[in-house]
């Protein structure tokens, strides 16, 4: 069920930025892409969401295509501490907005 | 931010019991909650999806007899595991949504890790 696809793992040298894609070829106009991480045996943890337009906030920035079919989260300056599962979601637009989780990105930070 | 409390963190219980796990919103009303399974190096699987006042509705293949939900109030939503199995053992993690529809985040609570002996 999840619309999303990303690569199994990333390496990032520490200080420098990370990117993370994501492709979600069958979005629906109306449905937002949303990343979490998460870190072992911890609850997922919000990042950065958005719908068209690309987004920032304190943890990362959002870039979405034009067309909308793929994303890439930007962590500007990796820590050690950023060593998690990054997920891409597509928020369904139908029927309670479910979420459903893909098989994420291990993204391993190294100094 | 949107706080999302989880309890109990760990239980271990004997096969044949049943499990209580509560998911709290503690500082905003919760119109939707979500229950997810986490399997060891896999990712989260969506159970089910819980409105208040109203009967929760399950995913595909996962069984409401046995994953009994209950969404009592705006703050509260309940998971219990009956008659558990050594099976059952898994990682479970509760989210919330408030009232900004799928322009608001889900916040996760910490997970619950259910061992049944």
């Known amino acids: 069920d999840a619309k999303t696809t990303q690569p199994t793992s990333m390496d990032c040298a520490e200080g420098r930025a990370a990117n993370l894609p994501c492709n979600h070829s069958?979005?629906?106009?109306?449905?937002?892409v949303y990343w979490y991480r998460q870190i072992h045996s911890q609850g997922p943890q919000y990042i950065i969401h958005?719908?068209?337009n690309n987004e920032t906030n304190e943890m990362a920035s959002l870039i979405i295509t034009e067309d909308r079919k793929s994303s890439t989260l930007i962590l500007p300056h990796a820590t050690l501490r950023d060593t998690a599962v990054y997920y891409c979601?597509?928020?369904?637009?139908?029927?309670?907005?479910?979420?459903?989780f893909g098989s994420g990105t291990k993204l391993n930070v190294k100094p | 931010g949107a706080v999302v409390s989880q309890h109990p963190s760990r239980v271990i219980c004997k096969s044949g019991t049943s499990v209580k796990i509560e998911c709290r919103s503690l500082?905003?009303?919760?119109?939707?909650m979500f229950w997810y399974r986490q399997f060891p190096k896999k990712s989260l699987m969506l159970m089910a999806t819980?409105?208040?006042?109203?009967?929760?509705?399950?995913e595909q293949g996962v069984e409401k007899d046995k994953f009994l939900i209950n969404h009592a109030s705006l703050t509260l939503s309940t998971l219990t595991v009956t008659s558990a199995h050594p099976e059952d053992s898994s990682f479970y993690i509760c989210?919330?949504?408030?009232?900004?529809?799928?322009?608001?985040?889900?916040?996760f609570g910490n997970g619950t890790r259910l061992t049944v002996t």
């Open positions: 989210s919330a949504t408030g009232t900004g529809g799928r322009n608001s985040p889900l916040h």
């Open positions: 069958t979005i629906s106009g109306n449905e937002y």
């Open positions: 958005g719908l068209k």
């Open positions: 979601i597509v928020r369904v637009g139908n029927n309670f907005n479910k979420f459903y």
């Open positions: 500082d905003f009303q919760a119109t939707t």
């Open positions: 819980s409105n208040e006042g109203s009967k929760a509705t399950y």
